[in-house]
Nanobody, 117 residues
Framework: QVQLVESGGGLVQAGGSLRLSCAAS????????MGWYRQAPGKQRELVAS???????NYADSVKGRFTISRDNAPNTVYLQMNSLKPEDTAVYYC???????????WGQGTQVTVSS
């Protein structure tokens, strides 16, 4: 069983930056797609950004130009650089991976990101 282990969440002021990291527990794990979802209180979980093995990326409109997703394929690690953070970015961020495409086959445990105004 593969585990996705996240790190890098925390509290930051509006306009600040954070970098999230997610590493797969098994080095031979090679999902086609990895990415980040987030869930704010009272809201549905939403896809924030995704990246495939070739490096093609997709972003939610709300984070375009502010967030950057990147990936190391060996070992399988995915990063989310978050700049110009806003209070509405406050949520639990989940790393996710899919063998072929979404929905995810694997989830991380979640990491809290809180942006104060």
């Amino acid at each position: 069983q593969v585990q996705l282990v996240e790190s890098g969440g925390g509290l930051v002021q509006a306009g600040g930056s954070l970098r999230l990291s997610c590493a797969a527990s098994r080095s031979t794990f090679s999902p086609k797609v990895m990415g980040w979802y987030r869930q704010a209180p009272g809201k549905q979980r939403e896809l924030v950004a995704s990246i495939n093995r070739s490096g093609s990326t997709n972003y939610a409109d709300s984070v375009k130009g502010r967030f950057t997703i990147s990936r190391d394929n060996a070992p399988n690690t995915v990063y989310l650089q978050m700049n110009s953070l806003k209070p509405e970015d406050t949520a639990v961020y989940y790393c996710a991976a899919a063998r072929t495409w979404w929905p995810p086959d694997y989830w991380g445990q979640g990491t809290q990101v809180t942006v104060s105004s």
